[in-house]
């Protein structure tokens, strides 16, 4: 069975604002359903609220309904706080504010959402109770900032505020990305590594890999489904051989053992690091591992709550390859979901997960945020097959992170005085005889 959409491919569309302007009411004109609690009385919106939809002509969105910015108290504080990991999120805002009104509060999530290059809609709401100011709207022109006039609890122009946000849609959103369909041409065989192991679901299969299917039958491309037990057999009964092999990183080693070098070979997780991520940047990173030293602190992270199994990809496999490669116990501490911790300075890398239930705002959130705090933040599949030595090969398909791979890694050997890559191979063979 394969489920519908899910989150991580919906376009997120977050309600931003003070209390009691409108934020749920809005949530429920353009959903026609009772999706969140109104009430005249402020604060009512206290968790995120979320709604997927299909929101033609824009596709699958995941509405996001806020608690207010100006909340107080203490748990007020921790209302704005979710709201705040929300903007994380958040490919389109809508900053919904009371007809006339406009006070700091609505700046600084302006400046907010600007900061994080959200593309921002205002919604001026309750515009039956008082007009819009005529400043406001001349200060919103010259800014280029699209606004919609609206009466949330009537619907009235709620045509209007659809086409905004259509209008104003990233490009992504209309023609979303490929996970791997730009890799293979028409006619051509890629072979799909899927261990079926405890932490797959049961009865089904992933939705990354439902889509990596999907993504092939539309490039035109024939596609073999193997278990990792069956890929030599699967490999020697093809007449040709596939244009492609990806893997499930967990079992990487067996698989980049099995396929033979002329076959480009890469793991699920790099190409949600294309996907979602930043592989360049998560490429460097992994090469980061050059300079861990035995004792230092590393952060696993992964976006989704499930229960480990003995052979845990992040929380036995990862730190078993690593501290091999290293030569030493390093620490390990692993966070789930949006429990991330807020200070980053401990920890020398951090390891993250594909985030496949993520939207690509949220990851590159998140990644920005260890960039500010000068973390190097990499992904598994980087840093099991570069703890295995075969990161190079799994980085043939795409040129760029090839690229910063092999500027990375010399960069990393001039600091240890080894002036080229060449020189390594010498030491390297040396070494072996
Ligand atoms: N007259 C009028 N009242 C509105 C309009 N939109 C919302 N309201 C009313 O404003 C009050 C607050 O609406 P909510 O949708 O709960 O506002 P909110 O921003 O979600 O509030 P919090 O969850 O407390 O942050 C309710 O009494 C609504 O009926 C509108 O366009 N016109
Ligand atoms: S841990 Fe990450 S990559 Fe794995 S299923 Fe969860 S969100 Fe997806
Ligand atoms: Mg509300």
Not at 90 to 104: A, F, M, N, R
Not at 248 to 263: G, H, K, L, N
């Amino acid at each position: 069975m394969i489920r519908a959409t899910s989150k991580g491919f919906r376009l997120h569309i977050g309600f931003f604002g003070r209390r009691n302007v409108g934020k749920s009411s809005l949530l429920n004109a353009i959903t026609q359903q009772k999706v969140s609690i109104v009430s005249p009385e402020a604060g009512t919106t206290t968790d995120p609220v979320e709604k997927p939809m299909e929101l033609l002509p824009i596709g699958p969105v995941l509405f996001v309904d806020t608690a207010g910015v100006d909340d107080v108290g203490a748990l007020g504080a921790q209302r704005i706080e979710k709201t705040r990991l929300a903007i994380n999120r958040t490919d389109i805002g809508v900053l919904v504010c009371e007809s006339g009104v406009w006070t700091d509060f609505e700046e600084k999530l302006l400046a907010e959402l600007r900061a994080h290059k959200i593309p921002v809609l205002v919604a001026l709401n309750k515009t039956d109770l008082q007009r819009p100011n005529t400043e406001h709207m001349i200060r919103f022109e010259q800014e280029n900032l699209p606004y919609v006039k609206l009466v949330a609890t009537t619907g009235e122009g709620m045509d209007k505020f659809r086409a905004k946000l259509w209008e104003i849609a990233p490009a992504e959103s209309v023609e979303p990305p490929a996970l791997l369909r730009d890799l293979i041409g028409p006619n051509e065989t890629a072979v799909l590594v899927m261990p079926i192991d405890k932490e797959a679901p049961k009865g089904r299969i992933k939705q990354l890999q439902a889509q990596s299917i999907r993504e092939l039958l539309d490039a035109e491309a024939s596609c073999v489904v193997v278990k990792d037990a069956g890929l030599q057999r699967t490999l020697d009964n093809l007449k040709t051989p596939p244009s492609l092999v990806v893997t499930d990183a967990a079992v990487f080693d067996q698989v980049a053992r099995v396929t033979p070098d002329s076959i480009p070979l890469t793991a699920f997780s790099i190409l949600l690091s294309r996907l979602k991520g930043d592989l360049v940047a998560q490429t460097r990173a992994a090469v980061t591992v050059d300079s861990l030293r035995p004792g230092d602190k590393v952060l696993v992270a992964e976006s989704c709550t499930h229960h480990p199994i003995e052979e845990d990809i992040g929380r036995v496999k990862i730190p078993r390859w690593l501290q091999k490669y290293v030569g030493g116990d390093l620490e390990f501490t692993t966070v789930k979901g949006r429990d991330f911790p807020q200070d980053l300075s401990p920890y020398k890398l951090v390891i993250h997960c594909g985030a496949c239930m993520w939207n690509r705002q949220e990851m590159l959130s998140r990644i920005a945020e260890c960039h500010r705090q000068g973390v190097p933040i990499t992904n598994y599949g980087l840093v099991i097959a570069y703890s295995l030595g075969i990161l190079e090969r799994a980085l043939e398909p795409f040129p760029e992170a090839l690229v910063a791979y092999k500027e990375a890694r010399q960069e990393q050997l001039e600091a240890v005085g080894i002036s080229s890559l060449a020189d390594l191979d010498v030491i390297e063979m040396s070494l072996v005889n």
